[in-house]
């Protein structure tokens, strides 16, 4: 690359969480470069987490049924100097083709597929780069290096107002994940928010519209529970997170969110494990729930069965043990 470019194209298409982690690295590069133009492709949904974004990142969504060709073309107009593929997958490769044809410059993120492969296979002895790590130095690799200062979505602006009011020490609970195996079992979660309710604290259970009825009997049973699922969008959602202490997460898109509002997230692993890459930004491992058992990690991204069919690296993190450690990171030995 004969000098840096002047307009960088950057993809993530999905998942949530991954497009989350994106977020903090383009934030930080955005604001150091301000000369710099870059423009996110990404779904229509995952563009609204962008709040308060700098002036010079953009957003163009690929929605839903449009066509490859209607976006390469869409794309090709913008004219970027370079491409940064936070993807790299088969939808990104296609874009990345038409480029490189053209002489523009293409890098792409190591997901380090030959190292996934082996920390599934008894490597338990890799730790793989977490994904922003991976993410800037895409862009160190463009010419454009940073140490990501990103603090919160809502830092050093103008607040936008809670639509209910947030009752302190508050708990953020969000005990959903896409796959069964990164699910901490609903039977143990309830005594994990029984436990929490008789000492003190207010706990806010985060989840979807097709959430909310699991969720209701824990709000008639105990005191100071409260649901938010699906009654908010996700911008008012994430300033509710804000409010937060700190959030329970599994690994899931919740613990990223948590990092885009600046409050730790305890997260429980099960079926995956920290070392697979995937610790929120800012997050600490310290913060962490793992079992490491010899059976961990079985998956990267989370399998739908235990192929042990026990789901031990879940059901042996005790209810009093998650409420110990929220204890501890609440700084707060018990609470009357």
């Known amino acids: 690359m004969k000098e ?14 991954d497009v989350a982690m994106t977020l903090p690295i383009l934030y930080a590069v955005a604001r150091k470069y301000p000369a710099l133009r870059i423009t996110l492709l990404t779904r229509p949904f995952f563009g609204r987490l962008f709040i308060n974004k700098p002036s010079n990142l953009q957003i163009i969504p690929w929605e839903k ?11 090709a107009a913008l004219r970027p100097d370079a491409i940064a593929d936070l993807h790299n997958v088969l939808r990104s490769w296609t874009i990345d083709t038409f480029f490189r044809l053209k002489g523009v410059p293409v890098v792409m993120v190591d997901k380090k597929r030959e190292e996934r ?9 890799i730790e793989l780069e977490r994904f922003t790590d991976r993410y800037a130095g895409v862009f160190a690799r463009l010419s454009y290096p940073v140490e990501p200062d990103f603090v919160s979505l809502f830092a050093e602006q103008v607040l936008p107002e809670a639509p209910i009011e947030i009752l302190s020490p508050a708990i953020g609970i969000a005990p959903f994940a896409r796959y069964y195996t990164k699910t901490y079992p609903i039977d143990q979660m309830k005594e994990v928010v029984r436990l929490l309710s ?4 207010h706990i806010y259970l985060f989840g979807g519209k097709n959430e909310a009825a699991t969720f209701l009997p824990w709000v008639e049973a105990f005191p100071q529970v409260h649901s938010l699922a699906g009654a908010y969008g996700i911008e008012e959602e994430l300033f509710l997170m804000s409010q937060m202490n700190l959030m329970v997460s599994m690994d899931s898109a919740n613990q990223h969110l948590a990092s885009l509002v600046g409050i730790p997230a305890l997260t429980i692993w099960g079926g995956t494990t920290p070392e697979c890459g995937f610790l929120g930004y800012g997050q600490s491992v310290e913060n962490t729930l ?22 031990a690296c879940m059901r042996e993190i005790s209810p009093g043990i998650i409420v110990e450690k929220i204890q501890q990171m609440s700084g707060r030995s018990s609470i009357t």
């Open 65 to 75: 049924g449009v066509s490859t060709f209607r976006i390469l073309k869409q794309v």
């Open 4 to 17: 840096p470019p002047k307009h960088i194209l950057a993809i993530r298409l999905s998942a949530l969480g």
């Open 290 to 311: 793992c079992l490491h058992l010899d059976c961990q990690p079985c998956s990267i991204a989370g399998t739908p069965h235990c192929k042990k069919q026990t789901l």
């Open 198 to 201: 008789e000492r003190g604290y």
């Open 117 to 125: 492969r082996r920390i599934t296979s008894g490597g338990k002895q």
